[in-house]
């Protein structure tokens, strides 16, 4: 049964009333309180009816949420638990909430294992000691794509917190072509992960071109006062990232019109899981080849998708992509001749 914001409130408000030993409630009482609390916390004005009170009480004395409050009436008027010690937070959960809890937490041990914060572990251990859970008596039945030898993860959490609380950060970075380390101070403003790899998309101080740093070419981070921070006021970067397979994107970059032509054996699994959020299909010829409409940003990650389709993908349009597709290929196929050595860089 699904349960609305304002109703779980409405539950709470009640429950705190109920279970306070050194008073009894009439109905007239529960209301005023319920709608005292849904003005101070939510703004609502109209507050809530006889009738919606009522049904709350009912419902909480049902076994429809798992609650079974014993609520009783007093005398015909006052309403009280007639267990002082009841409280719905303390009411077990109910065999197939249990069963979520546990598939959440299953979900939450994958992520712990990609250690996303530092406090999820301490979380699921509280979660599996509340809800009895025999971890070794299970069987996993969801695995996530994860690598734990991925360097930088343990940058997530103090960008995130500087994130969270609009604070600079001095970090020493040392790109791979970078021969030594250098320190700079960013603004940080989005944390973005892609294919398993975490980025930070910042500005550097005293300039207005947003950069991305990889998290695994971090060496250090110290924080900075909150004074100096300098807020993200351009587009959001939902939309910012919308045409962009990756995180390599200027802010001067535009989408362009990618047309792809891909085999039947491989058409299936493109039209099923699409290259991009945009991928429109063009046509089907009468060999179950397919034409595909992307509109992205032209950039690394895009010619590493197209590339690693191998040869069931052919760039059609724009020119400027074709060609640099081809001379990957061209590369790779020099790199495989017979007559190539290890010395031979394909140049």
């Given at each position: 049964m699904a349960i609305n914001k304002l109703a779980l409130m409405r539950y709470k408000i009640i429950d705190n009333c109920l279970k306070q030993k050194h008073r009894k409630w009439t109905l007239e009482e529960l209301i005023t309180k319920v709608s005292d609390a849904l003005y101070e916390f939510e703004g609502i004005h109209d507050g809530v009816s006889?009738?919606?009170i009522q049904g709350d009480i009912q419902l909480m004395r049902s076994n429809k949420l798992g609650y079974n409050a014993p609520i009783i009436v007093l005398k015909r008027k006052f309403y009280t638990y007639e267990d002082p010690n009841y409280s719905i937070s303390n009411s077990p959960l109910s065999e197939g909430d249990m069963?979520?809890?546990?598939?959440a937490v299953d979900i939450l041990k994958l992520l712990n294992g990609f250690t996303y914060f530092e406090e999820m572990s301490d979380i699921i251990a509280r979660l599996e000691n509340n809800m009895s859970i025999q971890v070794d008596d299970t069987i996993s039945a969801i695995q996530l794509e994860s690598n734990t030898l991925l360097k930088g993860l343990n940058w997530i959490t103090p960008i995130y917190k500087a994130i969270r609380e609009k604070r600079p950060l001095?970090?020493?970075y040392k790109s791979f072509k970078a021969k030594s380390e250098t320190e700079t101070v960013y603004f940080p403003y989005l944390l973005k992960e892609y294919r398993n790899r975490w980025f930070l998309i910042c500005k550097v101080k005293k300039t207005t071109v947003l950069v991305t740093l990889a998290l695994d070419r971090i060496v250090d981070i110290a924080e900075m006062s909150k004074s100096e921070f300098v807020p993200y006021d351009g587009i959001d970067?939902?939309?910012y990232y919308a045409d962009t397979i990756g995180v390599t994107k200027s802010e001067k970059d535009r989408a362009k019109r990618v047309v792809l032509k891909v085999d039947s054996g491989n058409a299936p699994y493109v039209l099923t899981k699409p290259i991009h959020n945009s991928q429109q299909l063009i046509e089907t010829d009468v060999h179950g080849h397919i034409l595909i409409r992307l509109d992205v940003v032209l950039n690394l990650e895009l010619e590493r998708e197209i590339?690693?389709?191998g040869d069931s993908i052919e760039v059609l349009t724009p020119k400027i992509l074709k060609d640099r597709i081809k001379y990957k290929a061209y590369r790779m196929f020099k790199k495989y001749r017979p007559n190539a050595g290890l010395g031979d860089t394909g140049l």
């Open positions: 006889k009738r919606t069963a979520k809890m546990k598939d001095l970090i020493a970067f939902d939309r590339l690693g389709f």
